[in-house]
């Protein structure tokens, strides 16, 4: 069944990095839309990045400029690289995957979730 693991969490101070990795398996991953999604207490979960089966990306607008979304190709691993964090960075990173392209999912949604990773900027 379709597995998906995230990693690399962890508390940075404010300006520094941090890459998240999501180990995927049980599926064709090259073939799936996969995303990272954040989720801060109170508030609503958010997309932060997104990459399609043809490597086309999106970004949330609160991340362009400082985060990079990327496919680990024979690794089946999907990373979030991080820089520049900021304090409101802070929240639970989830990594998604769906078989349907990324025009479908962005207003369908994601079939398939990771457990999270928490992700803890300080100022």
């Known amino acids: 069944q379709v597995q998906l693991a995230e990693s690399g969490g962890g508390s940075v101070q404010a300006g520094g990095s941090l890459r998240l990795s999501c180990a995927a398996s049980?599926?064709?991953?090259?073939?799936?839309?996969m995303a990272w999604f954040r989720q801060a207490p109170g508030k609503e979960r958010e997309g932060v990045a997104a990459?399609?089966?043809?490597?086309?990306?999106s970004y949330a607008d609160s991340v362009k400029g400082r985060f990079t979304v990327s496919r680990g190709g024979a690794k089946n691993t999907l990373y979030l690289q991080m820089n520049s964090l900021k304090p409101e960075d802070t929240a639970m990173y989830y990594c998604?995957?769906?078989?349907?392209?990324?025009?479908?999912?962005?207003?369908?949604?994601?079939?398939?979730w990771g457990q999270g990773t928490q992700v803890t900027v300080s100022s």
């Open positions: 998604a995957a769906d078989w349907r392209p990324l025009w479908v999912v962005e207003t369908r949604g994601y079939n398939y």
């Open positions: 049980g599926f064709t991953y090259s073939s799936y839309s």
């Open positions: 990459v399609g089966d043809d490597g086309s990306t």
